[in-house]
């Protein structure tokens, strides 16, 4: 079956540092891949989509890779800053489009 | 612009006792309509997704239900709650106009079974 994998520990970086997140993905080959941020108590909010013909997407402080070969994305903040603190998902579209299925997430913290 | 309503935000009911959480969309016609559970620490799990009006696909078996008696609007229920069924809902609706899937959260529901 379709599996998302995210690093489940929590990631501490110094405020000005690059944040970078990893996802892995398995059995399946997704035409788009999306990173969504999520704070304590709130529901997700869509940060990024890559699709499977770009290698790379820059949106301000944030750059998404995406490697089909590896079935790899990985995500950075430049320039960090104690906001960014907030869990990152990963998500991808099964097959047929409908339903998108996320990862477990990555906490990150910045630290002033 | 489109919003999404969820309601109620928090709720503790007791073990045996029915559920009712509503979602209604505004700003778009025709949405997919979707509800997400996500227990401590954990990611989102696929409960229900509607592709239009009274077309529901579940995607795992469970003691919750769902319904869409409008275009934008979308009810979770439960007869009978359990103590398993706490969690934090959440609502989410995308558009069928693009073919990249973004989704719009609620703000959630929290759910406690004592």
């Known amino acids: 079956s379709q599996k998302i994998e995210q690093n489940s520990e929590a990631l501490n970086i110094q405020e000005g540092k690059t944040a970078t997140l990893t996802c892995n993905y398995t059995?399946?080959?997704?035409?788009?891949l999306q990173w969504y941020r999520q704070d304590p108590g709130r529901g997700p909010v869509f940060l990024l989509l890559?699709?499977?013909?770009?290698k790379e997407k820059r949106k301000e402080r944030l750059k998404v890779t995406f490697d089909t070969t590896l079935k790899q994305s990985l995500f950075h903040i430049t320039a960090s800053q104690p906001a960014d603190s907030a869990t990152y998902l990963c998500a991808l579209p099964t097959t047929g489009g409908f339903k998108t299925i996320f990862g477990a997430g990555t906490r990150l913290f910045v630290k002033a | 612009s489109q919003t999404i309503h969820q309601w109620p935000a928090t709720l503790v009911q007791p073990v045996g006792s029915p559920l009712s959480l509503e979602c209604t969309v505004e700003?778009?016609?025709?949405?997919?309509l979707y509800w997400y559970r996500q227990a401590a620490g954990r990611g989102l799990q696929l409960l229900f997704y509607?592709?239009?009006?009274?077309?529901i696909s579940s995607e795992v078996p469970q003691n919750l239900s769902a319904s869409r008696p409008q275009d934008r609007q979308f009810i979770l229920s439960s007869k009978k709650l359990l103590l398993s069924d706490s969690g934090f809902y959440l609502c989410?609706?995308?558009?069928?106009?693009?073919?990249?899937?973004?989704?719009?959260f609620g703000e959630g529901s929290r759910l406690t079974v004592l």
């Open positions: 059995n399946y080959s997704p035409a788009y």
């Open positions: 509607s592709v239009g009006i009274g077309q």
């Open positions: 989410a609706w995308s558009s069928t106009g693009t073919n990249t899937g973004e989704l719009f």
């Open positions: 890559i699709r499977e013909n770009e």
């Open positions: 700003g778009t016609s025709n949405p997919n």
